[in-house]
């Protein structure tokens, strides 16, 4: 059993034991492996409201389900928690709990697509309409990321007053699950093995193939942020932005863990701005005609200088500013209709495939 999985078993044991909001102590708190002891200090400083002890109690189930990923990315703020724990109050879990509706959608998709493929595997002896189907899931992943996507970025972009918060949570919640990936990978599974078979030995057929191949891969830079820089687990910086963006909303609070959150923003969020620059100009060397962005290098740049970070205001601006770029990213892959045209188009082949000459 690995260090996450025994997590998850002894958060799932501890709420099994302790189902009900009498339940949660100090005391009690205490005795969970990993988040016991920073939990158990939160609540010595809260009010002990029958609301708060609801609110400990859906923070811990979040975690049940959690990703390997989350769960790493949730150490580390758990570890800035503890050092910090003297401020804290039950309102900052809600920065560092999962999206639960995030979650459910992804696993919806994900289902949809499973289902679609697994029809697909019991009607392998009708070739054609098990092509069908597979192309079939790859329509609903691709138009359920877009969505995932919008949702997520939307709280923050309408000016909700709990907008950035919510936005933290979905994104976390959408670029740290397995699922979605996996859609991906065993879409392009699909398109490698179809290369090889009979039905697209002709060249016009291949090429169908590896046109969706391509622009699928394309598509994939845009919906998953920094995609390139394998192994990057942090959040982007969204989880110190709503931590700093709530602690700048309290009466008091100390400098030194402000100054922290602020060059946690300053240093993600250049990286952040620099990919959406990068990945820019890299469609614009495929081919692609993109909006160009409001945000200059120049004007990013002075927004994340620390002296601009020390209001509310002043915190929302970058990361609005990126969510909006980074949204019309992803919605112009899909404006231009190649992705579609091509899926659209391999489509086809069911019925021009006996008349192209081998």
Not at 177 to 197: I, R
Not at 246 to 263: A, N, R, Y
Not at 286 to 294: C, F, L, N, P
Request: net charge negative; glycine share 6%; aromatic share 10%.
């Amino acid at each position: 059993m690995d260090k996450f999985e025994e997590i998850r078993g002894k958060i799932s044991d501890w709420l099994n034991e302790h189902p009900y909001t009498i339940d949660v102590t100090s005391g009690a708190l205490e005795a969970i492996p990993f988040v016991g002891p920073v939990l158990s200090k939160v609540f010595e400083r809260s009010a002990k409201s029958e609301e708060d002890k609801t609110k400990i109690l859906q923070f811990l189930k979040t975690l049940q389900d959690a990703s390997d990923e989350q769960l790493g990315s949730l150490s580390g703020k758990l570890d800035d928690m503890s050092r910090g724990v003297e401020r804290l109050s039950i309102a900052s879990l809600r920065i560092l709990s999962l999206s639960e509706e995030t979650n459910t959608q992804v696993n919806e998709i994900a289902t949809k697509v499973d289902a679609l493929l697994n029809r697909s595997e019991q009607v392998k002896g009708d070739f054609w309409r098990q092509f069908d189907l597979t192309l079939g899931a790859l329509d609903v992943l691709i138009d359920g990321h877009v969505k995932l996507i919008e949702q997520a970025v939307a709280p923050l972009l309408e000016g909700r007053p709990d907008g950035l918060e919510a936005t933290a949570k979905q994104f976390r919640a959408l670029v740290f699950n397995n699922d979605l990936p996996s859609g991906y990978a065993k879409a392009h599974a699909y398109l490698d093995e179809w290369t090889s078979m009979e039905e697209f030995r002709g060249e016009v057929n291949k090429a169908k193939i590896n046109a969706v191949r391509s622009e699928l891969s394309i598509f994939q830079y845009a919906v998953f942020p920094l995609m390139y820089q394998s192994g990057y687990l942090g959040d982007f910086g969204f989880g110190s932005a709503a931590r700093l963006w709530l602690l700048l909303t309290q009466d008091s609070v100390q400098g030194l863990d402000i100054e922290k959150l602020q060059w946690d923003i300053r240093a993600n969020f250049l990286l952040a701005f620099e990919w959406l620059t990068q990945e820019r100009s890299w469609y614009e060397a495929h081919g692609r005609k993109m909006v160009k962005s409001r945000v200059t290098e120049d004007e990013y740049k002075r927004m994340l200088e620390i002296s601009q970070l020390n209001t509310p205001d002043g915190v929302l601006k970058p990361v609005n500013e990126w969510c909006r770029e980074w949204q019309y990213l992803v919605s112009q892959q899909l404006w231009d209709g190649i992705l579609k045209v091509s899926i659209t188009k391999l489509r086809n082949a069911r019925y021009d495939h006996k008349a192209e000459p081998e």
